[in-house]
């Protein structure tokens, strides 16, 4: 019985050592904040060890990320909700938007840095910035992202279009502002 | 029909079947401007998975690890109290009785309580206002060279027996310049519990019967009850003349 647990123990931290720097990296991205990062990270872990002998074995990052992700929706947002932006909902989030008027890749990506992509992304309401950051920075497939933001596919499909123009006009916003580019470096087309 | 934005990040996602993505990409192939849209989606999907930042997490990590040890030894403690409550239990209740009926019937503590039923069911075997040779032995041991401390008290009479205890007991009539004092001496005890403390020497203790009180102490596995109608500072001093070694 001690050494089935203590096996237990052992197989749970090898797998997540492995997918730490994610499960860390996540729940910084969803809190902004470190404290409350930590606290939801420690809860997380508690949480899938207890949960382990119900885990099917298949994408181990995928299940313990989808615990972070429910655990902040369902805990920590409400505490530090702030005002969402009204013109952000899902029902115009099929529209593509930035397409005029839009700052060339070439200029805009080689300036940016990692620490201004985290600003950006920090600036997305959160329900894109999570669809955008377990999508592009965690690599979970968008069922994977249902499955953890608790919502319809279809969902996840308009939130990571809708998020990803947001994160790129806050990606531009920052350059503009930090005068990395010019006004007229806009793309006339 | 032209394919959606949503289409378009889901098809640079992996995300469509394939039949679903031949549709798309034929419908690129004649769009320029659908075209330009989907490669700005690859190239920003590209670029924030490669500049997102490392965040190191060995001090999170080590957290993490001592919780879920903590978590096993508070499960081990839980499993063994929950698999062994009964016999837990048990050992419990068991120790109450024995350490109940030792306490009951150990021959050396003695309660307060019982300090006034040892003195009241006395019975004497013998009197005496004379010592024999014994018994001057066993006062002169007892009373530390009794001839002269003890020189202004005056022993009237004593008596040998025992109470319903079965301990051997004597019982001295001493008399002072106060008046009298009964000393009785019950063989056997080594330590008395539940009397108060009298003054600053923890080896007196005090208590009353009555209009008596009795200073009670403690020498050589036998208990010396001193009763007087007096108070209890001068009954401890006349105890301290007895005993002088005991200082």
């Known amino acids: 019985m001690l050494f089935g647990r203590r096996d237990k123990r052992d197989a749970f931290e090898r797998q997540a050592e492995r997918v730490f720097p994610s499960i860390y990296g996540t729940a910084l991205r969803l809190c902004r904040s470190r404290e409350e990062a930590e606290d939801l990270v420690q809860e997380a872990m508690v949480r899938a060890y207890e949960a382990y002998d119900r885990f099917d074995g298949s994408n181990f990052k995928a299940w313990i990320l989808r615990i972070v992700t429910n655990l902040y929706i369902n805990r920590y947002r409400q505490r530090q909700r702030g005002p969402q932006l009204g013109s952000l909902d899902d029902e115009n989030a099929s529209e593509p938007v930035g397409l005029e008027g839009e700052i060339p890749d070439r200029l805009l990506f080689d300036e940016a840095l990692g620490t201004e992509v985290e600003a950006a992304l920090a600036r997305v309401p959160d329900d894109f910035r999570t669809a955008v950051l377990l999508s592009d920075i965690e690599g979970l497939s968008y069922q994977e992202i249902a499955d953890a933001t608790q919502v319809p596919i279809g969902t996840v499909r308009s939130r990571i279009a809708r998020g990803r123009a947001l994160l790129r006009k806050e990606l531009e916003t920052y350059a503009l502002k930090e005068g990395l580019i010019k006004a007229s470096d806009l793309d006339p087309g | ?247």
Request: charge should be neutral.
């Open chain 2, 1 to 247: 029909m032209k394919p959606t934005l949503e289409d378009l990040h889901s098809l640079a996602d992996g995300e469509l079947s394939a039949a679903e993505s031949q549709v798309v990409i034929h419908e690129l192939s004649l769009d320029a401007d659908l075209t330009a849209e989907y490669q700005r989606v690859l190239r920003l999907k590209k670029f924030v998975s490669q500049h997102a930042e490392v965040y190191k997490a060995e001090d999170a990590w080590k957290v993490s690890v001592a919780r879920l040890k903590e978590i096993d030894r508070t499960r081990r403690v839980d499993s063994f109290v929950t698999r062994n409550a009964w016999g837990l239990c048990g050992v419990i209740f068991a120790s109450l009785v024995v350490g109940g009926m030792l306490q009951r019937n150990s021959a050396s503590n003695v309660s307060g309580n019982e300090v006034a039923r040892m003195m009241s069911s006395f019975t004497a075997e013998r009197s005496s206002t004379a010592f024999t040779p014994d018994e001057r032995k066993y006062v002169q041991g007892l009373f530390n060279q009794a001839d002269k401390s003890v020189n202004t008290i005056t022993l009237e009479r004593f008596y040998v027996g025992s109470n319903d205890d079965g301990r051997r007991m004597r019982r001295y009539f001493l008399r002072d310049g106060g008046g009298r004092m009964v000393l009785d001496v019950v063989e056997g005890v080594r330590s008395i519990e539940g009397m108060t403390v009298h003054g600053e020497d923890p080896r007196y203790k005090s208590g009353n019967m009555g209009q008596a009180t009795t200073i009670a102490w403690v020498k050589d596995g036998s208990a010396l009850l001193l009763t007087a109608e007096r108070d209890p500072s001068s009954l401890v001093e006349i105890a301290k003349r007895i005993c002088p070694g005991d200082e």
